[in-house]
Nanobody, 119 residues
Framework: QVQLVESGGGLVQAGGSLRLSCAPSASFFSFNVVGWYRQATGKQRELVATITDGDSTNYADSVKGRFTISKDNAKNTVTLQMNSLKAGDTGVYYC?????????????WGQGTRVTVSS
């Protein structure tokens, strides 16, 4: 069973930066898409950023220009660099990985790491 281990969450002041990392137990070469979702208290989980096996990226409009997703093949790590953080970025951030084969998606989720942006 695939495990996704996140790290890097914490408390930061508005305008500051954090870097989140995700280390899959399997090589991310086995995944079609990897990325990050987040969930604020009382709200639905939403997409933050994804990157495909072809290195195509996708970002939520609310984070464009502030967040950057990347992969480090040597370290088998997915990173989300978050700059210019706002109070609205507060929430639990979940690493996500998707396997796609013959029309079927299999999703894997990390346990989550909390990001708190103070104002």
């Amino acid at each position: 069973q695939v495990q996704l281990v996140e790290s890097g969450g914490g408390l930061v002041q508005a305008g500051g930066s954090l870097r989140l990392s995700c280390a899959p137990s399997a090589s991310f070469f086995s995944f079609n898409v990897v990325g990050w979702y987040r969930q604020a208290t009382g709200k639905q989980r939403e997409l933050v950023a994804t990157i495909t096996d072809g290195d195509s990226t996708n970002y939520a409009d609310s984070v464009k220009g502030r967040f950057t997703i990347s992969k480090d093949n040597a370290k088998n790590t997915v990173t989300l660099q978050m700059n210019s953080l706002k109070a609205g970025d507060t929430g639990v951030y979940y690493c996500y990985a998707d396997q796609y084969y013959e029309g079927t998606h299999t999703a894997f989720w990390g346990q989550g790491t909390r990001v708190t942006v103070s104002s």
